[in-house]
T-cell receptor, first 114, second 112 residues
């Protein structure tokens, strides 16, 4: 158990809908990363938050947004869902930024858009 | 062109074989190099970490980084069926984000 908790584990929804994925980082970790994993693209970096502030953006669609709350948990919001958004969404957390620190991954949320 | 390239496999080897997994990259700013292991339907977990060029050994696993060639490798000696998983290389430039850039992963099957 990495200590990173993601909910829900599975989500099935229809095209055009909006969903929210939740991530609770390890205790004390300030940095949260979101990744999307699909069969043909591997793990794609979406966005990073550090202590409540957005720190880096990757290949995140405009239909997607995220935030990190004062208690450091994070939510990834996906709207106007399309079939191609079906993927595993992972959250990772690490204690700090700057020099290397290990990133710990949650078990992921499997999103299926039908 | 992707920043990190990795042969997706699949790779099938007999138990006891030496496995070699490789990644190439294009961003010379990367200085932290990692290998993650991911079992089916689970989150990735860190296997090895190397800073800059050089070798690092941990039990049956050896990680190598050649920054001049922009090439990293993971060797698994005496492979076991329990090593069957997807192996992902990951890299970071550190600094203000520490975000990890992953390869696509290589699916390894070790046959008993």
């Amino acid at each position: 158990d990495s200590g990173v908790t993601q909910t829900p584990k599975h989500l099935i929804t229809a095209t055009g809908q909006r969903v929210t994925l939740r991530c609770s980082p390890r205790s004390g970790d300030l940095s949260v990363y979101w990744y999307q994993q699909s069969l043909d693209q591997g793990l794609q970096f979406l966005i990073q938050y550090y202590n409540g502030e957005e720190r880096a953006k990757g290949n995140i669609l405009e239909r997607f947004s995220a935030q990190q709350f004062p208690d450091l948990h994070s939510e990834l919001n996906l709207s106007s869902l399309e079939l191609g958004d079906s993927a595993l969404y992972f959250c990772a957390s690490s204690p700090q930024i700057g020099s290397y620190t290990e990133a710990f991954f949650g078990q992921g949320t499997r999103l299926t858009v039908v | 062109q992707k920043e990190v390239e990795q042969d997706p496999g699949p790779l099938s080897v007999p138990e006891g074989a030496i496995v070699s997994l490789n990644c190439t990259y294009s961003n010379s700013a990367f200085q932290y190099f990692m290998w993650y292991r991911q079992y089916s339907r689970k989150g990735p977990e860190l296997l090895m970490y190397t800073y800059s060029s050089g070798n690092k050994e941990d039990g049956r696993f050896t990680a190598q980084v050649d920054k001049s060639s922009k090439y990293i490798s993971l060797f698994i000696r005496d492979s076991q069926p329990s090593d069957s998983a997807t192996y992902l290389c990951a890299m970071s430039a550190g600094g203000a984000t520490n975000k990890l850039i992953f390869g696509t992963g290589t699916l390894l099957a070790v046959q008993p």
